[in-house]
């Protein structure tokens, strides 16, 4: 497997989106939990998976994520996946918080799976399979701002390094207009994004470089291969509207995105397109939202074929 691909996959960089802990992007929702407009208390979310397209959700076909609000604070994470093969196999995931007024919050996690031989005889996944199963912490502190300051325990966006070991860190300047985010997973790998502002706040660039944990460059070559250095640039309009990012690998362009905004200056539509050989599909993301803004319906399309469609209902 090429190496762009294998980080493709691993940290989550298809199509050039930098979804990010500490910081906010214009194509990529926070990764410790959707920040919606209007204060929701509950959204619950759904993703179906096409055929064939399986390895996109880590080779599930079907995902349900609930997340519970409390004041404005996240409570409760819930992933429920499902694959369908010749057997059928279910993962329950579900993190929970004690929310209060401390800057540092403390939580915890917990799993269950099951696998039938036999779809026929295939029994969900409930909250009561949880009930007996060892707890992991989790803990999050935030600055007196109320920004992410450090977060560790596991990823709690479903994913491929879901369920690995992540301690985070997040630093903000002011001065710099920048905010840098360094992540770890498993001790072993090591990822810091710098993102960096204009002058009117808009996000105008996001670096990312992978590579080993000091000490550990032997293993991390054996077990993954070669670092890297991805930049993502975006463009706006005049009127300070998204208007294209492009994307490149140590220095060699892979895509370029367009963007569609309304009025209220909420993205409607992305298309992706591919800058290097490798690739020849052109990705579409299609968005619908709701009075606030907030999106409810995401469908994604690889040429014309539908890949995956995600709808959200959420209750304010």
Known sequence: MMMKTVYAV????LSG????????????????APRLLGQPRHIQEQVRIEPGFEELMSGANERTT??????????????????????????????????GPSNQRYGEWRMAGRASLDPTQFVPLSLNDLKNKPTEPLTVTFDAQGRLSTFK????????????????????????????????????????KVAQFGPAGRLTQISTQVGSVPGREKVFQDQIGEGYRAVE???????????????AVNGVPTTRAT??????GFVTSVIVIPQDAGKDSTETYRYGRDAKGNWTRLTLHVGT???????RTITY
């Open 10 to 13: 691993l940290f989550g960089l």
């Open 17 to 32: 989106a930098q979804a990010g802990y500490c910081f906010e992007s214009p194509n990529g929702e926070n990764e410790l």
């Open 66 to 99: 609930v997340y519970e609000f409390q004041q404005g604070k996240l409570k409760r994470v819930a992933h429920t996946s499902i694959t369908r093969d010749v057997n059928v196999m279910s993962m329950l995931f579900e993190a929970t918080f004690k929310v």
């Open 153 to 192: 325990g596991v990823p709690l966006s479903f994913g491929p390094l879901f369920l690995n070991p992540l301690q985070i860190s997040c630093t903000y300047s002011k001065a710099q207009g920048t905010v840098r985010e360094l992540r770890t997973f498993n001790n072993l790998t090591r990822v810091e």
């Open 233 to 247: 640039t975006f463009q706006y309009s005049p009127q300070g509207k998204l208007t294209t990012s492009s994307y």
């Open 259 to 264: 963007y569609a905004v309304d009025a209220r």
């Open 305 to 311: 074929q539908l890949v995956s469609t995600t709808t």
